[in-house]
């Protein structure tokens, strides 16, 4: 069982939460050849400037994903973190931790700039 990684900024509205939650699963799938039935569960998490709505409602409305289970949860509030922030979790069956492609995207990739981004 795999976790993949990820993480991706928006804007505190509804259409930006669901559009950039959808961009980052979506290239979850894409960068991991992911078969979809295999996605046990996504975890998001959000900075507590993001109030507009839960990431995981327009995934789990705009993506067929049968079996996952969603959660979403508020982001730890330290000191100087990274703001407008939405982070993942996603747990596939089947895959190999070391085969997993962590995917930050846009303003996220100073999160983790020595993993996967969108350059």
Not at 41 to 61: E, G, N, S, W
Not at 65 to 89: K, Q, S, T, W, Y
């Amino acid at each position: 069982m795999g976790a993949i990684r990820g993480a991706v900024c928006a804007e505190n509205t509804v259409g930006d939460i669901s559009d950039q939650s959808v961009r980052l699963i979506s290239e979850i799938i894409r960068a991991n050849a992911l078969q979809t039935e295999r996605i046990e569960a996504i975890i998001f998490t959000a900075t507590k400037d993001l109030t507009a709505c839960y990431p995981a409602t327009a995934v789990r409305t705009r993506l067929n994903l049968p079996n996952a289970a969603f959660m979403c949860c508020a982001e730890m509030d330290a000191d100087g973190a990274m703001p407008h922030c939405i982070r993942v979790c996603v747990v596939v069956s089947g895959l190999a931790q070391s085969d997993c492609k962590h995917c930050y995207l846009g303003k996220a990739q100073a999160l983790r700039p020595d993993l996967y981004s969108d350059r």
